[in-house]
């Protein structure tokens, strides 16, 4: 166990919807990222939020959003979903941002669109 | 545009062998470089890193060689087995405040028995 923390692992859902994946860093850790990793594009950064605010933002689509809340877990909310959105998403954290020995990464959420 | 270029795509070796996978990247802003392994199901671990100011780090049977004046760098799995096989990516970490990850395409790599 990594101690980050994402649910649900997976998620099967119709073009169109909207859904909601969750991410609770590591205890202590202030930075969440969000990665999209699919066969063609390997692991692409999305967002990155530090302590709830926006930090940097990568190839995120607009119809992607993600925040961070008071108590550091993080949501990212994807809408109008296509069957090319199908992917893993991970998120990572880390105690500041990126640090010396990089991020900790959950085990991922299995998005299927149908 | 793609900042951090590995091969092989993938890569089949003997048990005992040796298993070596390059990276190259152009930016830089980046000042470390870490290696991720990840098996199938799991999201990637950190297994080994280095600085740019270092040329080779050593651990256990994972090697990293690193040239800064070409801007590439490798990883090598001494006496490799079939537990390593996975997926490895190679990483760097630019400067700056955001820290943001970039990963390389990533090498398959399956240990014969």
């Known amino acids: 166990d990594s101690g980050v923390t994402q649910t649900p692992k997976h998620l099967i859902t119709a073009t169109g919807q909207r859904v909601t994946l969750r991410c609770s860093p590591r205890?202590?850790?202030?930075?969440v990222y969000w990665y999209q990793q699919s066969l063609d594009q390997g692991l692409q950064f999305l967002i990155h939020?530090?302590?709830?605010?926006?930090?940097a933002k990568g190839n995120i689509l607009e119809r992607f959003s993600a925040q961070q809340f008071p108590d550091l877990h993080s949501e990212l909310n994807l809408s109008s979903l296509e069957l090319g959105d199908s992917a893993l998403y991970f998120c990572a954290s880390s105690a500041q941002g990126g640090g010396l020995y990089g991020y900790t990464f959950g085990s991922g959420t299995r998005l299927t669109v149908v | 545009q793609q900042q951090v270029k590995q091969s092989p795509q993938s890569l089949i070796v003997q048990k005992g062998g040796i298993s070596i996978i390059n990276c190259a990247y152009e930016n830089t802003a980046f000042d470390y470089f870490p290696w991720y392994q990840q098996f199938p199901g799991k999201g990637p671990a950190l297994l080994i890193a280095?600085?740019?100011?270092?040329s080779e780090k050593k651990e256990g049977r994972f090697t990293i060689s690193f040239n800064k004046s070409a801007k590439q760098f490798s990883l090598h799995i001494m006496d490799s087995q079939p537990g390593d096989s996975a997926t490895y990516f190679c990483a760097a970490i630019s400067s700056g405040s955001a820290r943001q990850l970039t990963f390389g395409s990533g090498t398959q790599l399956t240990v014969l028995p």
């Open positions: 939020y530090y302590n709830g605010e926006e930090r």
């Open positions: 280095i600085r740019p100011d270092v």
């Open positions: 205890s202590g850790d202030l930075s």
